[in-house]
């Protein structure tokens, strides 16, 4: 069964440290990988998308991959307090019709 | 870009009744929709997958027969949820499909909730 796992949290950091968020997956099939950030009652928010090994780095958000630990990270620097909120990982692999496989969500929370 | 929205955002209907949530990819062309749905402090689960102009594809111990989805155009996808019950009342949450890596893009998601 394809699984993708993430410390479920609450991580807690001090506002302007940085954040360092982690997910492993299972399936080695896995092509794309996808931080998606959730706020409380609302919907996930793509922020981050990588598809190869190494860092993509997009404002204060770096994502990185190492396919063969099959490890996908996601590093906030200079974290805010509306930085405070769920985030998941997800991988999709074309031989699973291009669904989403989700881990189960990192709390996190940027204290003043 | 990649914006989808959900209508409506939120409905209160009574036991027995159907409702319809419409999700749009305002501005691309999606081939693939996905129909999640979310229960309070709980994963995302995906439901099924849409595809435009053939039948969705359910996850197992989906009954199709109550959600019925319905993919008419490369920017339109419906969920129709029938002689909806109490236990039926979650938070129902879709997505698009852009571009070759397939990245989906959320809609705000529709509140049903089922008196």
């Known amino acids: 069964q394809k699984e993708v796992e993430q410390n479920s949290g609450p991580l807690s950091v001090p506002e302007g440290a940085i954040a360092s968020l982690n997910c492993t997956y299972s399936?080695?099939?896995?092509?794309?990988f996808f931080w998606y950030r959730q706020y409380s009652g609302k919907s996930p928010e793509l922020i981050m998308s990588i598809y190869s090994n190494g860092d993509k780095e997009d404002g204060r958000f770096t994502a990185q991959l190492n396919k063969a630990s099959q490890y996908v990270s996601l590093l906030i620097r200079d974290s805010q307090p509306s930085d405070s909120a769920t985030y998941l990982c997800a991988a999709s692999s074309t031989g699973g019709g291009n669904k989403l496989t989700f881990g189960t969500g990192t709390q996190l929370k940027v204290e003043l | 870009g990649a914006v989808v929205s959900q209508h409506p955002s939120w409905v209160i209907c009574k036991s027995g009744t159907s409702v319809k949530i419409e999700c749009r990819s305002l501005?691309?062309?999606?081939?693939?929709m996905f129909w999640y749905r979310q229960f309070p402090k709980q994963s995302l689960m995906l439901m099924a997958t849409?595809?435009?102009?053939?039948?969705?594809?359910?996850e197992q111990g989906v009954e199709k027969d109550k959600f019925l989805i319905n993919h008419a155009s490369l920017t339109l996808s419906t969920l129709t949820v029938t002689s909806a019950h109490p236990e039926d009342s979650s938070f129902y949450i879709c997505s698009a499909g852009r571009g070759a890596n397939n990245e989906q893009f959320f809609g705000p998601g529709t509140r049903l909730t089922v008196l």
């Open positions: 849409s595809n435009e102009g053939s039948k969705a594809t359910y």
């Open positions: 399936d080695r099939g896995s092509q794309s």
């Open positions: 501005d691309f062309q999606a081939t693939t």
